[in-house]
Nanobody
Framework: QVQLVESGGGLMQAGGSLRLSCAAS????????MGWFRRAPGKEREFVAG????????SYADSAKGRFTISRDNTKNTLYLQMNSLKSEDTAVYYC?????????????????????WGQGTQVTVSS
């Protein structure tokens, strides 16, 4: 199985920045499409950002576009989410996820059902 471990969450004032990291196990990280999702209290898990296996394409939710940047370092088996201009609405548990079938079956970033492996989540709290 693929193990995913998020880090970098914390408490931040509105307008501030955080960078989340997701460390992945395995030798085939470079073949996984990766995504960031979040779940706010009492709400469904929602798509934040996605990136294909070689980082040639990215996708963002409207709420993230212009503020968040997803990236990956395949030499380090690590996924990142740079979050700038944070808002209180960004408060949520953030999860990274791996879609190991995207390279063969097609890339559909916001479809959470395509992601086979999930991290444990990291809490992001934004206060004003």
């Amino acid at each position: 199985q693929v193990q995913l471990v998020e880090s970098g969450g914390g408490l931040m004032q509105a307008g501030g920045s955080l960078r989340l990291s997701c460390a992945a196990s395995g030798r085939t990280f470079s073949t996984y499409a990766m995504g960031w999702f979040r779940r706010a209290p009492g709400k469904e898990r929602e798509f934040v950002a996605g990136i294909n296996w070689i980082a040639s394409m990215t996708s963002y939710a409207d709420s993230a576009k212009g503020r968040f940047t997803i990236s990956r370092d395949n030499t380090k088996n690590t996924l990142y989410l740079q979050m700038n201009s944070l808002k209180s609405e960004d408060t949520a548990v953030y999860y990274c996820a791996a879609d190991i079938g995207a390279v063969a079956m097609g890339w559909d970033p916001p479809n959470l059902h395509k992601y086979t492996y999930w991290g444990q989540g990291t809490q992001v709290t934004v206060s004003s």
